[in-house]
């Protein structure tokens, strides 16, 4: 069974950038597809991007589109999401999760598809 953990949320000024890491253990990060979501204060969980398990396809929601990347590093198992030109409505709890497939070129983007889940890195955006 996999773990995940993320990294590097924090405090950045609008229009700022921040890169998001996600660490994955106990399970073997090749078989994963993998995805971004975040819960802003008094909403639901959103998908902000996804990645297939071999890393050759992605998928990002209309509102990142251009400004966020999602990428895996099979050195380091682990999942990034680059964010840049933040906006004030971006505040939120971001979490990683993962979901392990057969097909290497699947990507998901709906929560119930993803049984693992990290604990979360708050984002703030702010001047």
């Known amino acids: 069974q996999v773990q995940l953990v993320e990294f590097g949320g924090g405090l950045v000024q609008p229009g700022g950038s921040l890169r998001l890491s996600c660490a994955a253990f106990?399970?073997?990060?090749?078989?994963?597809?993998m995805g971004w979501f975040r819960q802003p204060p008094g909403k639901e969980r959103e998908f902000v991007a996804g990645?297939?398990?071999?890393?050759?396809?992605?998928y990002y929601a209309d509102s990142v589109k251009e400004r966020f990347t999602i990428s895996k590093d099979f050195t380091k198992n682990t999942v990034y999401l680059q964010m840049n030109s933040l906006k004030f409505d971006e505040t939120a709890i971001y979490y990683c999760?993962?979901?392990?497939?057969?097909?290497?070129?699947?990507?998901?983007?709906?929560?119930?598809?993803?049984?693992?889940w990290g604990q979360g890195t708050q984002v703030t955006v702010s001047s």
């Open positions: 999760a993962a979901a392990r497939r057969d097909s290497t070129g699947v990507v998901l983007d709906t929560p119930t598809e993803y049984p693992y």
């Open positions: 106990g399970g073997i990060f090749s078989w994963y597809a």
């Open positions: 990645i297939s398990r071999n890393g050759g396809s992605a």
